[in-house]
């Protein structure tokens, strides 16, 4: 069941315009666009859709307020394709649209889409960086770049009522891996062929502290760049075309390694810029992590619980360190 990563995240957002304009700013390129929706992407060709919120073309879910009510996943080859939608149509009612995207509702209400697809492969370029002792460019300045062009469409994150009955879903339907757990907080998993840290982050929807009351809520969805110079570039950009990106500012997660900058979203929740992220196969050892210590290795606006220094606490996963062990590889 080789799902490799996220081919279409479908927004319910509140301002159409206003969507339209986010999105262009933060560097998709428009695909398509009617009075009643419009559709973006990146240079993957993975994409972003976009509808009123009560729009009744959205899928139904439970998902509460504005952004992403519908992700739709990418699967490589037609045997799989059928042999997940077989397993899955046991106890879900599937549709399928003319262009073959199967849709259902899982039972803790979230809405799931599976596509035929490959991504375009994405070419990158970093500029090396040169370090006391080590020269990596020699006579070379770094590259230039005058605004961010997110490559990949890298992870989404929900809040969700009951993390366990989730992640059992997305474990023993589609495959999964968990690569990290963050403690009171949420499970890091991994589409099966994808090897980025994470391609879903399944946050607990009863902290408070992230925005959640409780329901099926959407938190952001992060967005690839090539290096933290196009991050920093790309905040710029949309600073002076008017956005705010205040906020814990450009940071480094511990936990995935990423870069980031997190940006409030018209579109509903937080758009955010990643790059450098943790790439890992089945090889790699799921971790347990303190939540503030795997939040942030560096914060440019330091948020109050950073305020000291949070206490070394991360170990590898096992039975006894996590609930959510042992896990399967199928
Ligand atoms: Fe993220």
């Avoid at 992870?155 to 023993?172: I, L, M, N, S, T």
């Avoid at 914060?299 to 305020?307: G, I, Q, T, Y």
Wanted: hydrophobic share 40%; aromatic share 12%.
């Amino acid at each position: 069941m080789p799902i490799h990563g996220i081919a279409q995240l479908n927004y319910a957002v509140k301002d159409l315009g206003e969507a339209n304009k986010f999105l262009d700013v933060f560097g998709l390129s428009k695909v398509d666009e009617t009075s009643s929706s419009s559709t973006f992407e990146v240079l993957s060709g993975q994409r972003v859709y976009v509808r009123h919120l009560g729009d009744p073309a959205l899928p139904p879910s439970s998902v509460i307020g504005d952004g992403v009510h519908e992700a739709i996943w990418a699967i490589a080859d037609q045997p799989s394709f059928d042999r997940l939608l077989a397993d899955l149509s046991r106890d879900h009612q599937i549709t399928t649209d003319s262009d073959g995207t199967a849709h259902f509702v899982t039972d803790f209400g979230q809405a799931i889409g599976l596509r035929l697809q490959q991504f375009r492969p994405v070419v990158s370029s970093p500029s090396p960086f040169n370090a006391p002792g080590v020269t990596n460019r020699l006579n070379a300045p770094r590259k230039w770049s005058t605004r961010a062009i997110p490559k990949t469409i890298s992870h989404a994150v929900w809040g969700v009522p009951d993390v366990d009955e989730v992640f059992a879903f997305y474990r023993d339907r589609l495959n999964f891996r968990l690569s990290d757990v963050q403690k009171g907080f949420g499970l890091y998993l991994r589409a099966p062929r994808s090897t980025n840290h994470h391609s879903v982050f399944l946050a607990d929807a009863n902290l408070e502290m992230l925005g959640f009351s409780g329901k099926l809520q959407f938190h952001h969805a992060n967005f690839g760049l090539e290096d933290i110079d196009e991050i920093m570039v790309g905040k710029n950009y949309l600073e002076r075309h008017g956005y705010d990106t205040k906020g814990w500012g450009f940071g480094r997660h511990r936990l995935s390694s990423e870069a980031f900058l997190y940006v409030p979203s018209p579109l509903g929740g937080q758009a955010e810029y990643g790059a450098d992220c943790d790439q890992v196969d089945d090889r790699w050892k799921p971790r347990v992590w303190e939540a503030n210590f795997g939040a942030a290795l560096f914060v440019h606006d330091m948020p109050e619980f950073l305020s000291r220094e949070p206490e070394w606490d991360v170990t590898y996963a096992t039975p006894e360190t996590s609930r959510f062990l042992p896990f399967d590889h199928k």
